[in-house]
Nanobody
Framework: QVQLVESGGGLVQAGGSLRLSCAAS????????MGWFRQAPGKERECVAA????????SYADSVKGRFTISRDNAKKTIYLQMNSLKPEDTAVYYC????????????????WGQGTQVTVSS
């Protein structure tokens, strides 16, 4: 089993920044990629960013390119999402996901999910 614990969400004004963290624990990963997804009320869950443990390749949703940065600390088994220039439309519950075999933006590719952390951006 793999456990994921997210932290760092909160309330911020438009234009502000937040940094999300996702710490993984449990057995050794069988997949090489982790991702950040978000889901706003009434909308489908969407991938914000993904990263490979090996090599650090990344993928971003067009809506966050240039504003969000995903990174990882292999030794700590932790990934981060630095979110800058936040907009009200970034308001959502953000989820960490683990164990995709490859870099993927598809939710079904990931085997484990965190409990989610709320990000609210006020205008």
């Amino acid at each position: 089993q793999v456990q994921l614990v997210e932290s760092g969400g909160g309330l911020v004004q438009a234009g502000g920044s937040l940094r999300l963290s996702c710490a993984a624990s449990g057995r050794t990963f069988r997949g090489d990629a982790m991702g950040w997804f978000r889901q706003a009320p009434g909308k489908e869950r969407e991938c914000v960013a993904a990263i490979r443990w090996t090599g650090g390749s990344t993928s971003y949703a067009d809506s966050v390119k240039g504003r969000f940065t995903i990174s990882r600390d292999n030794a700590k088994k932790t990934i981060y999402l630095q979110m800058n220039s936040l907009k009200p439309e970034d308001t959502a519950v953000y989820y960490c996901a683990a164990e995709s075999l490859a870099l993927s933006t598809v939710a079904g590719s990931y085997a484990y999910w965190g409990q989610g952390t709320q990000v609210t951006v006020s205008s």
